[in-house]
């Protein structure tokens, strides 16, 4: 970008207040990137999952200066500047060939709609900041509530709008949400009682000595998302109070191992407080027995909470929402809506079956806040927030139920079909079968997996762990140099088979969310991996070695 | 608009793809409005801070569907409603007669950086799905910790990249930094000790058993953000537990009540957790005495934090930085960039003195977040996070030391202009004198002072009383008709002046950062109260027979 005469920099008062004023000269870099972006959002950063791989070292040596600069920074150089460095150096989340993680390409309306966001910057936190936005939020949670609950037309209209309910909470993502719907379990479970003020105002130790139990607990899966424990450590409840309980050779918690250490811990008394179902697994998308677990929790007398961030958009395909059935039993739910519902990162959302449930959370303060408002701040972990919900109103409305069907459902067939194509290649192994649209899979050439086969036909233990131990050495390769070639990206994990006497095993995981990533692609993807296995001069050779032992 | 053939709504899987990949027709509502939006951000919305007053249950009408529905929508057929049903309704916080609360004007270049870090749609919970903006995020805490903190070169150069280290931790607001800082406090007060395994892992009943203490507590000011007992009771510490210490005149903590308050707790076996100073409270702007607090924090061995949410901003401008010494000696620092550094909402952060201090939140999970790793995940509170760091990077570098310190001074100074104006303006009274940018008056008729002056000379309770609660009721009148008037915004809220008996007092509250708010601006504001006290039919003519009595 050649330097115009007509760049402005900020040097003066007068010049300062333009900046708040004055567009920048229509030709400048940041118009032209603007207008790139509008022109088109996929091709933007090129084919690429990284427009230019580089080393994080290297990188870092472009933000290693720790002074805030003197003087202001002309807006086309900073600009320029950031394309080289930044931009130049991010990783392409919305390309077809990055089928590593939850985030996808998105509808490219959002992008004009988060700049209108970002230009009403709205607070959420209370009207005299947000007007009609409250309702708006409102309106998404009433909206994500019936989506699962699906409750009569008394109760939305007479609830979702009233300043004593709130059907949900809206957050900056799944955590928070989990994090919301544990605090309001926890507070409701040691509410205020006799002389008793309740947790809220006195804390766990006066809660627990009134409530006489020795500590709490919290059940769940094993393959619970991290955000639980930190929940568990953040609430005062403490890390190792989170139960992680079996889950059978699909990866869905074992129901009758949970009952059992629920009456374990009843015997220690120990309290349960919640028990959180996951409805689509961060690391292979399968979906807990959701019925058996409410059953429990009734049983029991505790909070049932759904972890949904991920699988929860699935509600929105009549074909495949039975795959939740349960779900509407849940006290309270998590959602992402910047997951499977193609917003922005930055969307998430707690929906609670009772209306009633946060008041063991609400706050007040003088200035805002105050009692009988609609102050959407009044019931939720955070402050100050923005107008999110706008961008989820959009896609709801624009993408409406139609659209998500067929977009959930291609996600899931798609996945139906990288699995069976996994099957039916000679040198990989599925891991992991796809309940929603993720999967887990390894290169093992074929030979191995006759060895490996025989190896567990003999039980011989030895062996299968030899084998193990030396494909995911190879896993590990692929997947970094698959990475770092910079065409295309699939995540790794551990996960432990049922097929491997539970042995942690590593695997890569796809996440087939976006609507560009196609067959074509998948099989492409596949066939790299193989090529990059032949560039593994170290542990495939060893491999083979065994084969021939 | 009219209906043109060229709109795309999504009917089948390709309109689905398209809406992915495709921009819409350049005529299209949307794209009008973004090129007004880049063209004059500030004259958007029009000259009011509403565009048009219409009652919240009435716009509450335009958003009671609770059903997600079927069919898409074109998608200038919603942005046409949505400029009519919300953004009409919206509230334009950066009108310069909007002072009411600390959201302003924004640059103009942050619009289009929005638009593109939407578009790149990074995950900051992890490199992977962020690449450069790991590096970048760790510098934006770099150039926040050397503005607090001003270690030497050798400092930043080995800790602000370091995996081992983190700097400080970027979050959506000032809670969510007030929750982290006290969260890590709390958990580094009871870590693991011999067969202990920290409070991380055990809770907070067996950390207190261990420690022998028998409770926490935190100490704060009065004025202490209502944040601080959220946090609080998130943590599990009992809202109870913080302690608010009363202010002296200028609204700031009295640290001798505060030591003497520590004792007693001592002699409770209540442990201090941590003090919290207040750098610009939320009513008053007003600054604690910070280098008596960190010194009270020393002698009792607890945790010292300092919420300047707020106020840090301040430490951008060398003329009034000196207003906030002491903060160096805080062991964690919380600042709001969606506050004076003009970024939009959605970033806040926490910085931390000592670079090991989260490591007692640090968190681990197989599939990301490997230990060893510069995954920004590991310390966060929130799990995945947007990219906003770089909008606050683009401020520093583009509005630069030398801008921000003609921004703050501006803002500072306009406060004082302000003061001058109501302490010479017979009908008004200053409540709060402006430290920073904030500050309360109330609108007095002239002889109403009089009168009050002299019920206090002559320690008039019940008169002092009668006429504060008849203001009281005025204010109330005054500005909720500012605010339905639709030109100009004050907040209001309740204070406990000192000068009546510490009496909860209602004022107007005015946030003065604003660049393009005017000196002219602000007489008319003061000149449009005059006017609408001669509406109150109720408690002006009561105040005037006061008088007369």
Tied chains: 1, 2.
Aim: hydrophobic share 40%.
């Amino acid at each position: 970008m050649n330097v115009s005469s007509q760049r402005k920099a900020i040097a003066s008062p007068e010049s300062l207040q333009r900046i708040f004023t004055v567009p920048e000269d229509s030709h400048s870099t940041l118009n032209i990137i603007e207008q790139k972006l509008s022109e088109d959002l996929a091709g933007f950063l090129g084919d690429n999952i990284v427009a230019k791989e580089t080393s994080l070292a290297s990188i870092e040596t472009n933000f290693k200066a720790f002074q805030i600069p003197e003087s202001p920074q002309f807006v086309s150089d900073y600009t320029d500047s950031m394309m080289a460095n930044l931009v130049a150096h991010s990783v392409h989340t919305s390309a077809p060939t990055f089928i590593g993680h939850m985030t996808s390409a998105l509808p490219y309306f959002v992008l004009p709609l988060t700049k209108l966001m970002a230009g009403l910057n709205q607070n959420l936190v209370k009207i005299e900041t947000s007007k009609a936005f409250t309702p708006l939020e409102r309106q998404v949670l009433g909206m994500m509530h019936h989506l699962i609950y699906n409750l009569d037309e008394r109760f939305y209209q007479s609830k979702m709008h009233c300043s004593a309910h709130s059907l949900g909470a809206f957050c900056s993502g799944g955590t928070v949400a989990n994090m919301t719907a544990l605090w309001a379990a926890r507070n409701q479970l040691l509410g205020p009682e006799g002389d008793f003020k309740g947790i809220t105002q006195e804390g766990i130790v006066a809660a627990l000595r009134y409530y006489q139990y020795d500590d709490l607990a919290i059940l769940t899966s094993e393959r619970g998302h991290y955000s639980l424990s930190k929940a568990a450590d953040l609430l005062g409840i403490g890390r190792q109070n989170i139960i992680s309980i079996q889950t059978d050779e699909n990866n869905k918690v074992n129901v009758d191992i949970m009952h059992q250490k629920a009456e374990k811990l009843k015997a220690q008394n120990i309290k349960v407080m919640a028990i959180v179902g996951v409805a689509g697994t961060t690391e292979t998308g399968n979906i807990d027995p959701l019925k058996e677990l409410s059953q429990l929790a009734q049983e029991i007398g505790c909070h049932f909470h759904v972890d949904a961030a991920w699988g929860g958009a699935s509600l929105l395909s009549k074909k495949y929402r039975h795959l939740l059935a349960g779900i509407e039993l849940a006290d309270s739910v998590t959602i992402d809506a910047h997951k499977q519902m193609y917003v922005p990162m930055g969307a998430g959302m707690v929906l609670f079956k009772d209306p009633s449930f946060s008041q063991s959370i609400t706050h007040h303060a003088e200035y805002i806040l105050r009692k009988g408002s609609k102050d959407l701040g009044r019931q939720t972990l955070e402050g100050s927030r923005p107008g999110m919900a706008m961008l989820v109103h959009a896609c709801l409305q624009i993408i409406g139920l139609n659209g998500y069907e067929i977009l959930i459902n291609n996600s899931i067939e798609k996945a139906h079909f990288f699995a069976a194509s996994i099957k039916i290649h000679p040198d990989f192994e599925l891991i992991s079968e796809p309940e929603l649209c993720i999967l887990t899979y390894r290169y093992v050439p074929h030979k191995v997996q006759l060895t490996l086969s025989e190896a567990i036909k003999q039980n011989n233990t030895k062996k299968i762990r030899e084998i193990n131990t030396l494909l995911d050495s190879l896993t590990k390769f692929i997947q970094k140099h698959q990475r770092e070639h910079g065409k295309s990206f699939v995540s790794r994990t551990r996960i432990s088979p049922v097929k491997y006497q539970r042995k942690p095993t590593v695997v890569f995981r796809t996440v087939l969310a976006n609507p560009l990533t196609s067959e074509d692609i998948l099989s492409q993807i596949l066939e790299e991996q193989v090529e990059i296995a032949k560039l593994d001069s170290v542990h495939l050779p060893k491999l083979l070695s065994l084969i021939n032992e």
